[in-house]
């Protein structure tokens, strides 16, 4: 994946990722990795595409970078106005590797004012998980309380 400064297609957060997992198959050369979006049509969640949308781009090129026949899916969440992104390597290779990349993009998460984790780095399924502020981008409904999707 290309971290250069061009605007990444894509306005919902499900569109951004279906591009970035579009361009990181085309650049797995080796084909051994598997990607899945599992973000459904209806989250409909406005994201900065030159904020949130290269931070992304970046935490799934770390992902990916560090899986060896990986089994990646992707999925999102809302709890209020927080957006949860999930990235979950179901065949996880090397986690002291995954950890240590995540690790030096930490700084930009929090730059975001999202955090970043990682929950079972040494086992065979780790999920990387960016939590962020759901922002006021063109798009987005005000967040309530009771609501964990927007719906288009």
Same mark, same amino acid.
């Given at each position: ?48 595409? $030159?904020?949130?949308? /290269?931070?992304? %781009?970046?935490? +799934?090129? #770390? &992902?990916?970078? !560090? ?56 086992? $065979?399924?780790?999920? /990387?998980?960016? %939590?962020?502020? +759901?922002? #006021? &981008?063109?798009? !987005? ?12």
């Amino acid at each position: 994946m290309n971290s250069s400064n061009k605007t990444i297609a894509g306005k919902t957060l499900k569109q951004l990722v279906d591009r970035l997992v579009n361009d990181s198959l085309h650049q797995t050369c080796s084909g051994k990795n598997s990607i899945v979006n599992e973000m459904t049509d209806n989250m409909c969640i406005y994201v900065d595409e $030159l904020k949130e949308g /290269v931070f992304i %781009s970046q935490l +799934l090129a #770390t &992902v990916v970078t !560090n899986a060896r026949n990986g089994d990646i899916h992707i999925s999102a969440g809302q709890f209020r106005d927080i957006i949860t992104l999930e990235i979950e390597d179901r065949n996880n290779y090397n986690g002291y590797a995954l950890a240590a990349g995540l690790q030096s993009i930490e700084p930009e998460a929090n730059r975001l004012g999202g955090s970043l984790s990682i929950m079972g780095a040494q086992k $065979l399924v780790a999920k /990387v998980s960016f %939590s962020f502020p +759901l922002l #006021t &981008v063109q798009g !987005n409904l005000p967040p309530h309380y009771f609501q964990t999707r927007y719906y288009c």
